[in-house]
């Protein structure tokens, strides 16, 4: 029996605080913004599926998650990064499931061991407005942007504890793994790192990044990859990429049941249905996303297909990364942040 749909903002606590509504699949997701809960929680209903979204910025809802562990609120939990679903199969979070698309991923997205599967690929970027910057005169990698004091107020950065400025952070640092030096990160890098936040437009409040970067206010930013091509299509405007030769890192977003709630049915059924190629076509065409799903991926925009082709993956330890980047967080905030 299909029943209300419910869209709710993590922030107001108006579930959390509550008793959880057993007749609706309760997603939490970083995953929302955009008309995209808007978009599940209808494509959902279409198909039978009751579901509350339940939305904010993904250490937000990592935190949420870890601190409901003994009496869970979420069913499934949708986006994210392989930092935070580390710390949620570390901490008993979430349970082991095999969706049935599982065995159509490519080997190395998903969780070796079951807990996560993978759904999308995100590759994180610095975009310019080539009005303002041209090519040549562009930044040629993150590390740049630190060092070269004309960059100075002039690239915009998501705040610290957001997972897209977090990995971000994390695939500047771990360039310069030291197991002698400070978080295990040498001298060098600790300065490479302050440079970097230094320089920076930090974002504290909700603002227009991108028409600041399209006004020249602020010419470059940071953004994942769906982002930039959405905002580029809607405001008929060109962007320039920078593309580092150590690769751009890529996020890979994914699937997991919560642990406590594994034994309901409609649960799995859910996340059988949302990770499998046909929904995840339909989530690529509406926002651009580039799908783990080699069949849907196939099937994906053409402006989605060739921005994935024509970037290089950066080579990331993501265990090293997570056993440490909570440290490097607290470190940079405390000490580099004015």
């Not at 190629?277 to 651009?288: C, H, L, N, T």
């Not at 970037?311 to 440290?327: E, H, V």
Request: with cysteine; net charge negative; charged share 25%.
């Amino acid at each position: 029996m299909k029943k209300k749909i419910f869209l709710a903002s993590l922030l107001t606590l108006t579930l959390a605080c509550g008793k959880k509504d057993d007749n609706s699949i309760v997603v939490y997701t970083n995953s929302g913004t955009n008309g995209r809960a808007e978009y599940l929680t209808e494509l959902a209903k279409e198909n039978g599926f009751e579901v509350n979204v339940v939305f904010a910025g993904g250490t937000d809802i990592s935190n949420r998650l870890m601190a409901e562990k003994n009496n869970p609120i979420a069913d499934v939990v949708f986006g994210l990064n392989s930092i935070e679903y580390e710390k949620l199969k570390k901490n008993n979070v979430i349970s082991k499931y095999t969706p049935k698309w599982a065995g159509e991923i490519p080997e190395g997205l998903s969780d070796k061991d079951g807990y996560y599967n993978a759904v999308t690929v995100t590759p994180l970027l610095a975009i310019y407005n080539p009005n303002i910057i041209i090519k040549e005169d562009a930044p040629k990698d993150w590390i740049d942007l630190g060092v070269d004091p004309k960059y100075k107020d002039k690239y915009h950065i998501f705040g610290l504890d957001g997972g897209t400025s977090k990995v971000v952070l994390a695939s500047i640092a771990s360039r310069y793994k030291d197991s002698n030096g400070t978080l295990n990160i040498s001298n060098e890098g600790w300065e490479v790192v302050k440079q970097y936040v230094q320089n920076a437009h930090i974002q504290k409040f909700e603002e227009d990044w991108f028409g600041n970067m399209m006004s020249g206010k602020r010419p470059i930013t940071m953004v994942w990859g769906s982002g930039a091509l959405e905002r580029s299509k809607a405001n008929s405007f060109e962007i320039g990429i920078m593309k580092p030769e150590i690769g751009v890192p890529f996020v890979v977003e994914q699937l997991a049941l919560v642990k406590g709630n594994e034994n309901n049915e409609m649960n799995k059924k859910f996340i059988d249905w949302l990770g499998s190629a046909e929904v995840q076509e339909k989530w690529a065409e509406k926002f651009g996303t580039a799908p783990a799903h080699p069949k849907a991926l196939e099937n994906a925009p053409k402006e989605t297909r060739e921005l994935v082709e024509s970037l290089k993956i950066q080579n990331l330890d993501w265990t090293f990364i997570t056993d440490n980047i909570d440290s490097w967080v607290e470190k940079v905030q405390l000490e580099y942040v004015n």
